[in-house]
């Protein structure tokens, strides 16, 4: 279990390189490092999105090019920190980028070249359910990682978050925007399977509490949002907020998963087959694990997260790290 440290160990000078730092969670856990006043790398493939994604805030992180795949890319993007985290995603194989060689391999790589370089704290962003023993490949991996991370770097922090929501996430704003435009909503197998949608920004808040030094130890910590939904309940309740009905229809997971294989040949896969496993078990953080509260966070609910996507519609905005 996680532990406080003293205040005076923090150092506001401290370099934080946040892999994955242009993504969805990556770019947030960015910004709420530079409001702590760390000094931080945002690395990835494509650097030159760093000014895009960032453009609206006054402190920019360095913009850093490396891939994970690629060991010396890492090895110059984390010489001289004193923080790394790894929120790189994979969520549709292609080529050599496999989950075993994402989320296993690469991660692995990175906590031992963070610890060969006597790195202070290695943070891994992987997810609730992540099984070693799973019949999922992506499941199986990111248990597979965590445990691979742990071994390469004692002390490491794992951090799964539930699914995550913000104004610009893929998870409530493809169900806000499905419910308007569908007569009949298909459900995965029968609505049953229980989440527990956290806001985005509160997992970085509390990414950015565990590096600023309030925890320290070997802890697995699990973030959910407030409310725990089946999916047939979270979907009726997006419609009352969205002041309109929703007619559900039960579609079989083998269906979805069919559907799923076609739908990853496409460039953007508006779907995935992991998609389809992670919807198979329920998506709710353990009692017993240490999660948000812990790190003094009061998680916010989907409604404001709603408010935001219609906003976002209404205005046709592109996405910010809020
Ligand atoms: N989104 C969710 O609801 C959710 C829920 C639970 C857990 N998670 C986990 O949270 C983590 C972050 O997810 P996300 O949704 O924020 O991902 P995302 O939006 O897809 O962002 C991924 C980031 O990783 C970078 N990246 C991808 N491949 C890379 C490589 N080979 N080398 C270096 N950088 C690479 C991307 O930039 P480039 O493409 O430019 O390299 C981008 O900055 C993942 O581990 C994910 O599984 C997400």
């Given at each position: 279990?996680?532990?406080?440290?003293?205040?005076?160990?923090?150092?506001p000078?401290?370099?934080?390189?946040v892999f994955?730092?242009?993504?969805?969670?990556?770019?947030?856990?960015?910004k709420?490092?530079?409001?702590?006043?760390?000094?931080?790398?945002?690395?990835?493939?494509?650097p030159?999105?760093?000014?895009?994604?960032?453009?609206?805030?006054?402190?920019m992180p360095?913009a850093?090019?490396?891939?994970?795949?690629?060991?010396?890319s890492?090895?110059s993007?984390?010489?001289?920190?004193q923080?790394?985290v790894?929120?790189?995603?994979?969520?549709v194989?292609?080529g050599?980028q496999t989950?075993?060689?994402?989320?296993v391999?690469?991660?692995?790589?990175?906590?031992?070249?963070?610890r060969?370089?006597?790195?202070?704290?290695?943070?891994q962003?992987?997810g609730?359910?992540?099984?070693?023993?799973?019949?999922?490949?992506?499941?199986?991996a990111?248990?597979?990682?965590?445990?691979a991370?742990?071994?390469a770097f004692?002390?490491?922090?794992?951090?799964r978050?539930?699914?995550?929501?913000g104004?610009?996430?893929?998870f409530?704003?493809?169900?806000?925007?499905?419910?308007?435009?569908?007569?009949v909503y298909?459900?995965?197998?029968d609505?049953?399977?229980?989440?527990?949608?956290?806001?985005?920004?509160d997992v970085?808040?509390?990414?950015?509490?565990?590096?600023?030094?309030r925890?320290?130890?070997?802890s697995?910590?699990?973030f959910g949002g407030?409310?725990?939904?089946?999916?047939?309940e979270l979907l009726?309740?997006?419609?009352?907020?969205?002041?309109t009905?929703?007619?559900?229809?039960p579609?079989?997971?083998?269906?979805?998963?069919?559907?799923?294989?076609?739908?990853?040949?496409?460039?953007?896969?508006?779907?995935?087959?992991?998609?389809?496993?992670?919807?198979?078990?329920d998506?709710?953080?353990?009692i017993?694990a240490?999660?948000?509260?812990?790190?003094?966070?009061?998680?916010?609910d989907?409604?404001?997260?709603?408010?935001a996507?219609?906003?976002r519609?209404?205005?046709?905005?592109l996405?910010?790290?809020?």
């Amino acid at each position: 279990m996680a532990r406080q440290m003293d205040p005076d160990d923090l150092n506001p000078e401290r370099i934080v390189t946040v892999f994955g730092g242009t993504g969805f969670l990556g770019r947030r856990i960015v910004k709420r490092l530079l409001e702590r006043g760390f000094t931080v790398r945002a690395a990835s493939r494509h650097p030159a999105r760093v000014a895009l994604v960032f453009s609206s805030i006054t402190r920019m992180p360095e913009a850093v090019e490396a891939d994970i795949l690629d060991a010396s890319s890492i090895g110059s993007a984390i010489t001289g920190s004193q923080a790394v985290v790894n929120a790189v995603s994979l969520y549709v194989e292609q080529g050599v980028q496999t989950f075993e060689r994402v989320h296993v391999k690469a991660a692995a790589d990175l906590a031992a070249a963070s610890r060969d370089r006597a790195i202070d704290q290695f943070v891994q962003i992987s997810g609730i359910g992540s099984d070693p023993q799973s019949d999922s490949n992506y499941i199986r991996a990111r248990g597979r990682g965590e445990g691979a991370v742990e071994s390469a770097f004692p002390g490491a922090f794992i951090v799964r978050p539930a699914v995550m929501t913000g104004p610009d996430d893929a998870f409530l704003t493809t169900i806000v925007r499905m419910i308007r435009l569908l007569p009949v909503y298909p459900l995965f197998g029968d609505g049953g399977t229980r989440l527990q949608p956290v806001y985005v920004a509160d997992v970085a808040e509390a990414v950015s509490r565990l590096i600023d030094g309030r925890t320290q130890g070997s802890s697995i910590f699990e973030f959910g949002g407030p409310r725990i939904y089946t999916y047939k309940e979270l979907l009726r309740e997006i419609a009352r907020q969205l002041d309109t009905h929703v007619k559900l229809m039960p579609v079989p997971f083998a269906v979805w998963n069919a559907l799923a294989g076609v739908a990853e040949l496409l460039p953007a896969a508006p779907i995935t087959r992991n998609q389809i496993d992670l919807m198979r078990q329920d998506n709710v953080a353990a009692i017993d694990a240490p999660g948000l509260k812990e790190l003094d966070i009061e998680p916010r609910d989907i409604d404001e997260v709603i408010r935001a996507i219609e906003q976002r519609r209404r205005v046709g905005s592109l996405s910010s790290p809020a």
